[in-house]
T-cell receptor
Framework: AQSVSQHNHHVILSEAASLELGCNYS??????LFWYVQYPGQHLQLLLK??????LVKGIKGFEAEFIKSKFSFNLRKPSVQWSDTAEYFC???????????FGKGTRLHILP | ETGVTQTPRHLVMGMTNKKSLKCEQH?????MYWYKQSAKKPLELMFV???????ENNSVPSRFSPECPNSSHLFLHLHTLQPEDSALYLC?????????????FGPGTRLLVL
């Protein structure tokens, strides 16, 4: 069955620390990949997306993600986090052959000032 | 402002009530979606509409009844719900169902069933 796994449910970091959130998906043909963020009290927002081309994708607010096809992974990174990055982060995958979007369970990130 | 609005933002209802959730998008999109987000579970796709036609019903109980009168509006009619239906209900829209189009989400309706 198609699935998306986010390895960490909760992550706590200090400001200026480097961040990497894991996302793996099950094989199902060609995919489009997304990272969404939900800040406290706000709705989902798109951070970045990968459709094709350069597997290193740069998004908003200094975030980037790398698509590694051989590992079925799309990990989210930021070299130096800020307190304002405290939020919940969702990885999502669209399997092109059936157009269904599947979300991971989310990772709750807490940044200590 | 994402261009996708949902009303009401919060709803408390009893198991015998009938209520409706409304979603409206101002983006000129042709596809609209209902998702359910329960605590500690991934987002679940409920219904998909494309050009007002329902293209997917993801095994959703009949106590949830969607309606899409036009490409800009999507309703979710609720009746005889159960307490386990309490969740955040998210509406989204995209240009079409090509699979490469980003979905834009509304703020959600937080539903509590007593």
């Amino acid at each position: 069955a198609q699935s998306v796994s986010q390895h960490n449910h909760h992550v706590i970091l200090s400001e200026a620390a480097s961040l990497e959130l894991g996302c793996n998906y099950s094989y199902g043909g060609t995919v489009n990949l997304f990272w969404y963020v939900q800040y406290p009290g706000q709705h989902l927002q798109l951070l970045l997306k990968y459709f094709s081309g350069d597997p290193l994708v740069k998004g908003i607010k200094g975030f980037e993600a790398e698509f590694i096809k051989s590992k079925f992974s799309f990990n989210l990174r930021k070299p130096s986090v800020q307190w304002s990055d405290t939020a919940e982060y969702f990885c999502a995958v669209i399997y092109n052959r059936d157009d269904k979007i599947i979300f991971g369970k989310g990772t709750r990130l807490h940044i200590l000032p | 402002e994402t261009g996708v609005t949902q009303t009401p933002r919060h709803l408390v209802m009893g198991m015998t009530n009938k209520k409706s959730l409304k979603c409206e998008q101002h983006l000129g999109h042709n596809a609209m979606y209902w998702y359910k987000q329960s605590a500690k579970k991934p987002l679940e796709l409920m219904f998909v509409y494309n050009f007002k036609e329902q293209t997917e019903n993801n095994s959703v109980p009949s106590r949830f009844s969607p309606e899409c009168p036009n490409s800009s509006h999507l309703f979710l009619h609720l009746h005889t719900l159960q307490p386990e239906d309490s969740a955040l209900y998210l509406c989204a829209s995209s240009q079409d169902l090509s699979g490469s189009e980003t979905q834009y989400f509304g703020p959600g309706t937080r539903l509590l069933v007593l």
